[in-house]
């Protein structure tokens, strides 16, 4: 991408980031290296997506802002609702495009190298064929599925209906804002973003021609039955990554319930959220045993206690002093129980596993659907 785009593209991004408090201090600093990794690409392909991807998914968090903060509960008690995002939750979203688009851009640079070495007199061209580089599917795999999984999320929390879990058998209905609830609205938001990703991709990619078809460096133009086929399968792969994110949620991210409002509670910027250690899934808490915690019904070794002789004294419930004494109110059950899932990651493990996974997939798709080796993806191979 020229400089003299890419970098007031790149402060204006930024700027705007500020301006609407949709970044932290440090997601400023993720976004502003992220952006970065984009524009020294030679196309504006991974930058553009880049952006549209943060202009659609800031929209999408704004869309009914009030509503939403009112459906579920921040880890602090307050009403939930998303916050500004931070650097991890930046990186979760974009680190594999920006891997994937460092490592292309290098391999364009060594193109060029190559064809300014060549003895012929045609400037050459780097323009994007069919069966061409397995990184470029990388890149738009990643924003169409993290773009489906953004507008699913902060669409779908809004639909008439409850969410049902995905990986229940019965699909049983949970509350909104559950990791691996899904809905028919925010299935169809997630198709929504992934045609944003792939629409702004076609408009960007420098396909081939047939005025590149005799230049070095150019391949076979593309047919519109070709142009169909991309489509098409980047289109679906965006929604199947907001799917597969909502499978990796339910299973392994914790969904953790307020008892009192039946309200989803959601940790700051996509980490856990602190539960109780006797908590278990759907309520299933443990009760603690009256005889375990110190308070049990022994006799007293006075003598003058009326007790009998020889036996541990009992202490008293309500001093002070004794830490191990039960409340005289309340049941004593936790106040957050785990709704559903193993607490094996947080938000933004489930995110960066499905965006890097799914990248990986994609490229593997096409690298067995046009006959291309894996390997050419690594530089020098």
């Known amino acids: 991408m020229k400089p003299a785009i890419a970098i007031p593209a790149t402060l204006l991004l930024v700027y705007r980031a500020y301006s609407k408090k949709s970044l932290t201090p440090g997601g400023l600093l993720a976004a502003t290296l992220t952006a970065i990794a984009h524009a020294i690409h030679p196309w504006n392909l991974p930058f553009a997506l880049l952006v549209v991807f943060f202009l659609a998914g800031t929209r999408a968090t704004h869309v009914k802002e009030n509503v939403k903060a009112n459906l579920t509960l921040k880890s602090g008690g307050t009403s939930g609702g998303e916050g500004p995002r931070t650097h991890v939750q930046v990186f979760a979203n974009s680190l594999s495009a920006s891997i994937f688009s460092l490592l292309h851009a290098y391999q364009l640079r060594s193109r060029q190298r190559a064809l300014l070495n060549s003895p012929s007199d045609d400037a050459g061209s780097l323009c994007f064929a069919w069966g061409g580089d397995l990184l470029v599917i990388g890149i738009i795999a990643n924003y169409a599925c993290v773009a489906a999984d953004t507008l699913s999320s902060e669409l779908g929390i809004l639909a008439k209906g409850e969410p049902r879990l995905i990986t229940s058998p019965t699909l049983r209905k949970v509350p909104r804002g559950t990791n691996g609830g899904v809905t028919?609205?925010?299935?169809?938001?997630?198709?929504?973003?992934?045609?944003?990703?792939?629409?702004?991709?076609?408009?960007?990619?420098?396909?081939?021609?047939?005025?590149?078809?005799?230049?070095?460096?150019?391949?076979?133009?593309?047919?519109?039955?070709?142009?169909?086929?991309?489509?098409?399968?980047?289109?679906?792969?965006?929604?199947?990554?907001?799917?597969?994110?909502?499978?990796?949620?339910?299973?392994?991210?914790?969904?953790?319930?307020?008892?009192?409002?039946?309200?989803?509670?959601?940790?700051?910027?996509?980490?856990?959220?602190?539960?109780?250690?006797?908590?278990?899934?759907?309520?299933?808490?443990?009760?603690?045993?009256?005889?375990?915690?110190?308070?049990?019904?022994?006799?007293?070794?006075?003598?003058?206690?009326?007790?009998?002789?020889?036996?541990?004294?009992?202490?008293?419930?309500?001093?002070?002093?004794?830490?191990?004494?039960?409340?005289?109110?309340?049941?004593?059950?936790?106040?957050?129980?785990?709704?559903?899932?193993?607490?094996?990651?947080?938000?933004?493990?489930?995110?960066?596993?499905?965006?890097?996974?799914?990248?990986?997939?994609?490229?593997?798709?096409?690298?067995?659907?046009?006959?291309?080796?894996?390997?050419?993806?690594?530089?020098?191979?």
């Open 184 to 381: 028919l609205t925010g299935l169809a938001a997630g198709l929504l973003g992934s045609v944003i990703i792939v629409t702004a991709a076609m408009l960007f990619l420098p396909f081939c021609t047939d005025e590149t078809a005799g230049r070095l460096g150019g391949g076979a133009p593309w047919s519109t039955e070709q142009r169909r086929t991309l489509i098409l399968g980047l289109t679906l792969w965006g929604l199947l990554g907001s799917i597969v994110d909502s499978i990796l949620g339910g299973l392994f991210q914790s969904s953790v319930k307020d008892v009192r409002s039946g309200k989803i509670v959601e940790g700051e910027g996509g980490v856990r959220v602190l539960v109780s250690a006797g908590a278990g899934p759907r309520g299933s808490e443990r009760e603690h045993d009256a005889t375990t915690d110190g308070a049990s019904a022994v006799e007293d070794t006075d003598p003058t206690s009326g007790s009998a002789a020889g036996t541990t004294p009992r202490p008293d419930r309500y001093n002070a002093r004794n830490k191990h004494r039960r409340p005289s109110f309340g049941n004593e059950k936790p106040s957050r129980i785990v709704e559903n899932g193993w607490d094996l990651l947080d938000n933004n493990d489930v995110n960066f596993l499905m965006a890097f996974g799914m990248s990986v997939g994609a490229m593997a798709v096409a690298s067995w659907y046009w006959q291309v080796p894996l390997r050419s993806v690594f530089p020098g191979a």
